[in-house]
């Protein structure tokens, strides 16, 4: 998805102005310094966390983040055809810390992706399906 990588190459020092799940719906309104711009990004997921200490504090200071998107295969590790933890203490806490362990016990046909909005710590983070789960505006 082309908007997307341009959106996610560009969104160093974004702020998060608001965000809401419902439904099934993450919805993220973006301010993209960068472009002078402001998006709002709705992901279908059901697998979420936030980190509720940054992205309700008022400062924009706080909810000042980037976009990662990654494909949880070059990440994580199968077994049969399931993301599990690693089997290494120090990476296991890695994997923790970046929220992948939202994938574990998850199939890697019914999620492929992991999306953040990452600044002093992981804003918030969700699992994706597939690309067409991500609406952007």
């Known amino acids: 998805m082309e908007i997307l990588d341009k959106i996610i190459y560009n969104s160093g020092d974004s702020i998060l102005e608001k965000?809401?799940?419902?439904?099934?719906?993450?919805?993220?309104?973006?301010?993209?310094?960068?472009?002078?711009?402001?998006?709002?990004?709705?992901?279908?997921?059901?697998?979420?966390?936030?980190?509720?200490?940054?992205?309700?504090?008022?400062?924009?200071?706080?909810?000042?983040?980037?976009?990662?998107?990654?494909?949880?295969?070059?990440?994580?590790?199968?077994?049969?055809?399931i993301y599990v933890p690693s089997?290494?203490?120090?990476?296991?806490m890695r994997e923790t810390r970046l929220r992948l362990n939202l994938a574990?016990?998850?199939?890697?046909?019914?999620?492929?992706y992991i999306f953040s909005l990452v600044g002093y710590d992981r804003l918030i983070t969700c699992t994706v399906s597939d690309l067409a789960c991500i609406h952007i505006e």
């Open 87 to 92: 089997k290494d203490f120090g990476r296991l």
């Open 19 to 81: 965000y809401s799940y419902s439904d099934g719906i993450l919805a993220i309104d973006l301010n993209l310094t960068e472009l002078e711009k402001k998006v709002k990004i709705r992901i279908r997921t059901d697998n979420l966390s936030f980190n509720d200490y940054y992205v309700n504090k008022k400062e924009d200071l706080y909810r000042t983040c980037r976009i990662e998107f990654q494909e949880l295969l070059n990440i994580l590790s199968l077994e049969n055809s």
């Open 104 to 112: 574990y016990g998850k199939k890697s046909s019914e999620i492929k």
